[in-house]
């Protein structure tokens, strides 16, 4: 049995979970969120818990069991608290400016870089911090993962656009010493 298949989900007050053949709507203070459901996966719900629950114990099905039982924990909790991640710029004379929907970098290039927001993501800026937050767990990975991308930590200096907490992997430059 999967271990976190198995656990029931908790609904708080304020979310509903509608559970139809092909789709799992889960409504809560923050919008509506929908996941796909998976052939031999089924979803109940009783009162105030989720469960779910697998045909049978061949590997594909138990392999979809704890990913539905996540994907719709995460909608829950996406739907109540929401998620954040956070990422730093570093770097002499980077930037980054929010400008209604867009963020606008300077961050080494010889233009001004713009990344629009996804519909359901908010950001703020603070210094050199940026905070990419909504509801839905993929989409604010999703959009983090894009602002990142726009400049990678280079692992000499380690400037560039990171995760707060990151660890980046430092090389060591030339050695400076000639062989003869």
């Given at each position: 049995?999967?271990?976190?298949?198995?656990?029931?989900?908790?609904?708080?007050?304020?979310?509903?979970?509608?559970?139809?053949p092909d789709v799992i709507t889960v409504?809560?203070?923050?919008?509506?969120?929908?996941?796909?459901?998976?052939?031999?996966?089924?979803?109940?719900?009783?009162?105030?818990?989720?469960?779910?629950?697998?045909?049978?114990?061949?590997?594909?099905?138990?392999?979809?069991?704890?990913?539905?039982?996540?994907?719709?924990?995460?909608?829950?909790?996406?739907?109540?608290?929401?998620?954040?991640?956070?990422?730093?710029?570093?770097?002499?004379?980077?930037?980054?400016?929010?400008?209604?929907?867009?963020?606008?970098?300077?961050?080494?290039?010889?233009?001004?870089?713009?990344?629009?927001?996804?519909?359901?993501?908010?950001?703020?800026?603070?210094?050199?911090?940026?905070?990419?937050?909504?509801?839905?767990?993929?989409?604010?990975?999703?959009?983090?993962?894009?602002?990142?991308?726009l400049r990678k930590p280079e692992p000499y200096?380690?400037?560039?656009?990171?995760?707060?907490?990151?660890?980046?992997?430092?090389?060591?430059?030339?050695?400076?010493?000639?062989?003869?």
């Amino acid at each position: 049995m999967s271990r976190i298949g198995k656990l029931p989900i908790e609904i708080p007050n304020g979310v509903t979970i509608t559970v139809d053949p092909d789709v799992i709507t889960v409504k809560g203070p923050k919008g509506t969120l929908q996941q796909a459901t998976f052939e031999g996966i089924t979803v109940s719900v009783d009162g105030a818990t989720c469960v779910v629950e697998r045909k049978n114990d061949e590997a594909e099905y138990r392999s979809k069991h704890g990913l539905m039982r996540t994907l719709i924990f995460n909608m829950v909790t996406g739907l109540t608290e929401g998620f954040e991640k956070k990422l730093e710029l570093t770097g002499v004379g980077f930037r980054v400016s929010l400008a209604g929907p867009e963020l606008k970098f300077s961050i080494g290039y010889s233009h001004e870089v713009t990344y629009r927001l996804p519909e359901g993501i908010t950001a703020s800026v603070e210094k050199n911090t940026i905070t990419v937050s909504g509801y839905d767990k993929q989409q604010v990975g999703q959009a983090a993962a894009e602002i990142r991308a726009l400049r990678k930590p280079e692992p000499y200096k380690g400037k560039g656009i990171a995760y707060v907490g990151e660890r980046i992997i430092r090389k060591s430059g030339k050695s400076g010493t000639g062989k003869e």
